[in-house]
């Protein structure tokens, strides 16, 4: 290109975009956050980025740069779908986008040889590199010496150590990108780039040998205390149960921390009711305010003690790096069922939500063995049950001390349900895998992260993030359900002749009436129908339905204790049991249809998962209220 015509050129309005590319678990995510304040998900496990995302960083000259964070891979031959992510948008192949100016290589300084595979094979692209060695702090603790002036005269790219969780840790490479990005858009052409052939991939190694033969000293065995902790751990027997009392103590915790600010929030929110009762005068206007808007949503807002305490420990979890073997333990019972080791982190995520549960399976290579855990994965128990399992155990389940006083009985029904959830999941994937998704079972390769103390400011944080999501849904989506079914039970009023409580005679009093007869046969009454059809929206809202009902059926307070209560009076347990049932199977949120949809290209998935969870939750529940009405 001459001269001239590149001063004809008009010169470039958007910021230079910089990528950061790298293995797995190498703290890309954690610079990202540090560079651009950002406050995307950290963990300590591999696959934890399956998106591509952007933000802006503001150098120390002054220069706004668009930063993207990726994937991790270990090559640009990708794999997986979050691997083609990460090649596409390095390539500038991706949707509407140019390739990045620039590409930050991040390397984990602690295990240098998987990483500089990738920064060599990078290099091939011709883009301007800067290679940033994280976990320098790591590095150092473990007395691991790197020459970074030598690696970067050999690599022939600038090297600088970062500590991306540190304040400061990343000053150096905001210099560095000042004066890289200076030069970087003087070679903007498109990549070319091909798949290194057997022969490459040993030039590689080969290169990368001999630079850690001059560069570095040590090359990093894992520390002797991972593996001290990891030979119990990892342990066939006693890995197993310590799993399994992880998960107990869960459980358990869920219910017990929980209680004291359950209570409090339930006399808050009483406190406000008593006061909109005594304040405003009787009529449409305060029936509105307290049946409907705070007993719908303080129904559901009640729960977010909960919420908190489970999150707590997923992210506890995730942050320790426990998460990676617990996937290595589990990996032969998966493989019982035909299902791909990898599938467990994506499995656990749907604890949580089935939303990033269904996109962490983009790290499953073969496509047969993403959709079957894409499958299953709703029938984990999300969050969004805790509210409907937690309500019917309050009302039917006694507070009583057993197995010699060590659980009590409702924290040992959520862990059974739990299990009924797993279980289910587990026996759905082996009819898949031998009839739909038949194939050969790929081995599980993963990397085990070091241990990590959890950093208590991003535990906070990911809590912070859990609550205001939980909130703001409960502030719009199940705010506005409630409105709008207040007026569904509360109009057209009761006629003068009336012998039922007017929510009877209401559009929901109708509705729940047709839909009876369909759920007659597994013991569902009319309230029940009111509650599912919204239900499908978000869960919780089943919950918050149900308060507003029997608020207006005038029962009581209808707060959570007198909602309990009210259900107690109303129901017969087998029906509750049948509910609980329903629940374990319940037909998934329009939020997980709509990203199995986005996952899968298509209506289809969805429409079939929507249909064979919907069948299973009305079987489960027919079998649970005749069986329990047979025997009690
Ligand atoms: N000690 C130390 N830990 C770090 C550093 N950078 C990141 N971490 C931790 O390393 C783990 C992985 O960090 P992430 O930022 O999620 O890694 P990632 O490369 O984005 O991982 P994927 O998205 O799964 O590819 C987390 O537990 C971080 O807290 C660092 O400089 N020092
Ligand atoms: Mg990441």
């Not at 000042?178 to 780039?193: G, K, L």
């Not at 065995?221 to 149960?241: K, M, N, Y």
């Not at 898949?432 to 944080?461: C, H, Q, S, W």
Request: aromatic fraction near 8%; include cysteine; proline fraction near 7%.
């Amino acid at each position: 290109m001459s001269v001239q015509a590149s001063a004809a050129q008009p010169p470039r309005i958007e910021p230079p975009r910089i990528a950061l590319v790298g293995n797995p678990n190498c703290g890309k995510t954690a610079l990202f956050n540090a560079l651009t304040g950002s406050r995307q998900k950290v963990a300590n496990y591999p696959g934890v980025t399956v998106e591509r995302k952007t933000g802006h960083a503001v150098s120390p000259l002054g220069r706004r740069v668009q930063v993207i964070d990726l994937p991790g891979t270990y090559s640009l031959r990708a794999r997986s779908p979050d691997e083609e992510v990460t090649r596409d948008v390095v390539l500038g192949r991706f949707a509407h986008e140019e390739g990045p100016d620039a590409l930050v290589c991040v390397a984990d300084a602690t295990n240098l040889r998987l990483n500089l595979r990738l920064v060599i094979e990078l290099k091939r692209l011709g883009r301007p590199i800067i290679l940033a060695l994280n976990m320098m702090d790591a590095a150092d603790k473990r007395g691991c010496r790197i020459d970074v002036a030598t690696l970067s005269a050999m690599l022939g790219v600038p090297v600088v150590p970062t500590v991306a969780i540190r304040s400061g840790g990343v000053a150096g490479l905001l210099n560095q990108i000042d004066r890289t990005v200076a030069s970087a858009f003087e070679c903007a052409e498109p990549c070319s780039w091909s798949e290194p052939s057997s022969r490459d991939l040993r030039a590689y190694h080969q290169e990368v040998e001999s630079i850690l033969a001059r560069c570095v000293t040590d090359a990093g065995l894992p520390p002797l205390a991972t593996q001290r902790v990891d030979t119990i751990l990892l342990h066939p027997v006693f890995g197993l149960l310590f799993l399994f009392a992880v998960l107990f103590l869960m459980f358990q915790a869920v219910f017990a921390w929980a209680a004291a600010p359950m209570e409090l929030i339930d006399g808050a929110i009483g406190g406000v009711k008593d006061w909109v009762d005594t304040t405003l005068p009787d009529g449409a206007l305060r029936s509105l305010l307290t049946d409907g808007i705070i007993a719908g949503v303080g129904s559901v807002v009640i729960f977010l003690p909960q919420i908190l305490v489970l999150f707590f420990f997923i992210l506890v979890l995730e942050a320790t790096g426990y998460l990676a073997r617990a996937a290595f333990l589990l990996d032969r019972l998966m493989g019982g069922v035909g299902l791909h080791g990898r599938a467990f982190i994506p499995l656990l995520s749907s604890f949580a939500c089935a939303v990033p549960g269904v996109m962490a399976a983009r790290t499953i290579e073969n496509r047969a063995d993403r959709l079957a855990t894409i499958m299953i994965a709703p029938l984990m128990t999300c969050s969004a049950r805790l509210p409907v399992y937690t309500l019917l155990i309050a009302a039917f389940v006694p507070d009583k001390p057993v197995l010699g006083g060590m659980v009590g009985l409702p924290g040992l029904v959520m862990f059974a349900l739990y299990a009924a959830g797993i279980l289910s999941a587990l026996s759905v994937a082996f009819v898949l895998k031998r009839t739909v998704f038949k194939g050969a079972r790929e081995p599980l390769l993963m990397e085990l992260p070091a241990y990590r103390l959890p950093n208590p400011r991003d535990i906070a944080l990911g809590l912070f993030e859990r609550a205001k999501v939980f909130l703001t849904r409960a502030g719009t989506t199940i705010f506005a359900l409630m409105i709008v079914m207040w007026f569904l039970a509360s109009f057209p009023g009761a006629p003068a002749d009336a012998t039922e409580p007017a929510i009877h005679y209401s559009a929901a009093g109708m509705i729940g009436h047709a839909l009876e007869p369909l759920l007659a046969p597994i013991g569902f009454p009319w309230q029940i129908a009111v509650a599912l059809v919204p239900g499908i929206a978000a869960r919780e809202v089943a919950v918050g339905v149900l308060g507003t009902i029997y608020a207006l059926s005038g029962s009581g307070e209808a707060l959570h204790a007198s909602l309990a209560g009210a259900l107690a009076e109303s129901w017969s347990l087998p029906t509750a049991l049948a509910l609980l049932a329903w629940y374990v199977f319940a037909p998934q949120c329009l939020a997980t249809l709509s990203v199995v949809r986005r996952e899968t290209n298509g209506w289809f998935w969805p429409a079939v998962m929507f249909a064979y969870m919907i069948a299973l939750a009305y079987g489960a529940a027919f079998v649970v209220f005749r069986v329990a009405s047979g025997l009690l």
